[in-house]
């Protein structure tokens, strides 16, 4: 097993956005309308949390490839603003189990989570992700 996770980033504009609500059906005018999205706390559209959290599925893919069993439990920490670069990656634990995160470009945490990948131990219901 590897001891880190394969970075993947992505500059999440509005085109991205915009295609992630096409796939989804999910219009939410906090996501797509910019003149609403102005007249939040956020001042600008806020990505789809899905759109994010795809960029670790995305690491794990490219470390264990598509056929390798994983669990993963998430948090989302904080809204990806428009015009916002994000990366994916993650580092292994000792259990074997990897943690796992969507990082802005300040470094901060936008999604936090832990990856079970098949025969990395198993999860204790009380663990914290």
Known sequence: MPETLPEV?????RAAILAYAAITDDFNPLHVDEAFA????????IAH??????????SLRRAFGEAMPISLEVRFVRPVLQ???????????????YDV??????????I?????????GERKPDQPA
């Open 83 to 97: 015009d916002t670069q994000v990366t994916a990656g993650g580092r292994r634990r000792e259990d074997g189990a």
């Open 9 to 13: 980033g992505k500059m999440v504009d």
């Open 112 to 120: 936090a989570g832990i990856a079970w990948p098949s025969g990395a």
């Open 38 to 45: 102005a007249t939040t706390p956020f001042g600008r559209p």
């Open 49 to 58: 949390g899905m759109l994010s959290l795809n960029l670790v599925w995305q």
């Open 101 to 110: 995160w969507v990082r802005d470009a300040a470094g901060l945490d936008v």
